[in-house]
Nanobody, 121 residues
Framework: QLQLVESGGGLVQPGGSLSLSCGVSGDTLDYYSIAWLRQAPGKERELVSCLDKFDGAITYADSVKGRFTASRGNAKNAVYLRMNNLNPDDTGVYYC??????????????WGKGTLVTVSS
């Protein structure tokens, strides 16, 4: 049973940066593709990044490419999302999720409860 707990959300001004963490427990992280997803107010949940379990490649949504960086900690008990040059459209609840079969998207098996990121002046 993979357990995921997000942290690090908060209020940040446009142009600012914020780092999110996802604590991982219950299973070996390498068995899973790990994604960050977000849900903006009134909108559907969208995929932000995906770390592929098969080749370790990380992909990003076009809207965050070049600004966000996802990574795994060396201890393999956490994943991170560094967010730079934030804009109000980045506001939303951010989730980390894992899938043992390599899927990244809304149907992933394991989810954290989310952490709220608000970008506002």
């Amino acid at each position: 049973q993979l357990q995921l707990v997000e942290s690090g959300g908060g209020l940040v001004q446009p142009g600012g940066s914020l780092s999110l963490s996802c604590g991982v427990s219950g299973d070996t992280l390498d068995y899973y593709s790990i994604a960050w997803l977000r849900q903006a107010p009134g909108k559907e949940r969208e995929l932000v990044s995906c770390l592929d379990k098969f080749d370790g490649a990380i992909t990003y949504a076009d809207s965050v490419k070049g600004r966000f960086t996802a990574s795994r900690g060396n201890a393999k008990n956490a994943v991170y999302l560094r967010m730079n040059n934030l804009n109000p459209d980045d506001t939303g609840v951010y989730y980390c999720a894992g899938d043992q079969y390599g899927w990244c998207g809304g149907d992933m098996y394991y989810w954290g409860k989310g952490t709220l990121v608000t970008v506002s002046s």
